[in-house]
């Protein structure tokens, strides 16, 4: 009897893991790889300053910059490929709650390639990096500025209803967020002023803004750059941002 109820404790609790959590930066558009790891370093330095790190380890999926037209029409391919909603996406999810692990590995492959050929060319990449921080029993938060939102959706459905299985083990912390919804589990942050995602809201459905950052013209006139507005410990986003990734990945 005793064994039982252990048991039943053990799956009420949700899914175990072996080693600290992987937080993983995902960029927006016109971005070098030196500007991603920057924006990285600044996530990790603002994390263990507020002593919210455990013992985190952090990676960078890097989306390549191929000049400033190039980018803005990957942006809007993967917005017109986007989902209404995350219960879109492969029809893999039923009333919010995710069947994972449904789609067989041909399946998973001929989307995989149809992505990678298409909108987002380093799907592939990021997939390996996550798959393998899985694979070590972390969890996995990305935490994602811009595009990197598009990102970060498409991959946390390809691990949720792929081989993988990651249901409960991968969620995401948005910032500056284009994308339209949300996947289970994860969370977003978007300044009322930022000029970016208030100018795409004009001809695309993104999620609404959620905090008011103001107006910053000797920081970024755009109210758009991850590292001197979101993660501006001045401002009220960075510390909600780094407070979510901690609980997410706690």
């Known amino acids: 009897m005793l064994k039982r109820l252990a048991l039943l404790a053990s799956l009420m609790a949700g899914p175990a893991f072996a080693a600290p959590a992987a937080v993983v930066f995902v960029n927006g558009i016109q971005n070098t790889f030196d500007d991603s790891v920057a924006s990285m370093l ?3 330095g603002n994390m263990k300053a507020k002593k919210l790190d455990k013992d985190f380890v952090y990676g960078n999926a890097y989306n390549a910059s191929n000049g400033f037209f190039s980018d803005i029409w990957q942006v809007f391919q993967q917005k017109n ?3 209404q909603d995350a219960k879109d996406f492969w029809r893999m999810l ?12 041909a399946i998973y492959d001929k989307y995989l390639n149809a ?6 060319p380093e799907l592939p990449e990021h997939l390996k990096m996550y798959r393998q921080y899985l694979a070590e029993g972390r969890k996995l938060v990305l935490v994602a500025h811009s595009q990197g939102n598009l990102y970060a959706n498409a991959e ?36 009322s002023w930022d000029q970016v995602i208030n100018g795409l809201r004009l001809i695309k459905k993104t999620l609404p803004s959620n905090i008011s950052i103001g107006f910053h013209p000797t920081k970024d006139t755009m109210g758009h ?21 901690s609980l997410q990945a706690a």
Request: proline share 5%.
């Open 94 to 105: 039923d009333g919010g709650t995710a069947q994972a692990g449904w789609m067989s590995q």
């Open 225 to 245: 750059s991850f590292v001197k507005i979101y993660m501006n410990t001045e401002y009220p986003a960075a510390g909600q941002v780094l407070s979510k990734v």
């Open 156 to 191: 946390q459905n390809m691990l949720i209803s792929g081989p993988n299985n990651a249901q409960g083990k991968v969620s995401s912390v948005g910032t500056a967020s284009p994308a339209q919804y949300l996947m289970p589990g994860s969370s977003y942050i978007t300044s």
């Open 115 to 120: 992505f990678s050929s298409s909108s987002m």
């Open 81 to 83: 490929n986007e989902t």
């Open 42 to 44: 600044v996530l990790k």
